[in-house]
């Protein structure tokens, strides 16, 4: 798909990957929805950074937990005129130690799953209708994680989600063809990142040293990566692993 004078929505485009998403599509020749929760400045700053490339941005504010947000979201960012790619990138995370199993509570597992796996279904559901309005297409990419492919990360909750979302990545490729395609990456350790810097040192240090590449992924790579599943007319259901080369090791 040519990618110049497309409009893209992307979740949590006020942090670091989703910024660097924004920011590399915006290059690519997208008009950007910034999508956020509650980091209004943080979302104001992409939205400078889209700008600087010379394509449009608007701030749309999303809770997306909240399947009335995600509706109003979704027809915010087609008031751009239309609405061509779905970047689910936005998610919710606390650490939780594996064996801790009666720290993770109802409450925080459901607030997980909400935003993780059942957002990423709702935006896609809303989003689609707006691809296909006119009989264009379009193309959904997901951000999950290497935690969704093998038991790790944050807690229990945050790779089971991310299983989810793996799963529905394929399921909805199924469901959406032939005019949308959907596929995933799923991001290891990113340097440089709020979520990386909150890690221990030697629990960051551990995961570079696994890494066939001896470092951790970059959120600029798992950005390239979801501009080349956008451009591509002939690629759906695939989930890709940028992680350094730490789980095929």
Known sequence: MELEGRVALVTGASGDIGRAIAVALAAAGCDIAVGYAGNADGAKAACELVEAHGRRAMPVQVDQADPASVETAVAEAARMGRLDILVNNAAWNIGIPFPDLDSLTVDIWDRIYDTNARGPFLLSRAAAKQMRAGGKGGRIVNIASVA??????????????????????????????????????????????????????????????????????????????????????????????????????
Request: aromatic share 4%; hydrophobic share 50%.
């Open 148 to 249: 969704g492919l093998s038991p790790g990360g944050s807690s229990i909750a945050y790779a089971t989600s991310k299983a989810a979302l793996i799963h529905l990545t394929r399921c909805l490729a199924v469901a959406l063809a032939p005019d949308i395609t959907v596929n995933c990456v799923a991001p290891g350790l990113v340097e440089n990142t709020r979520m990386a810097l909150r890690l221990p040192p030697a629990v960051a240090a551990a995961a570079r040293q696994r890494a066939v590449l001896e470092r951790a992924s970059s959120a600029e790579d798992i950005a390239a990566q979801v501009v080349t599943f956008c451009r591509a007319d002939s690629v759906t259901g695939q989930v890709l692993v940028i992680d350094a080369g730490i789980f095929f090791h």
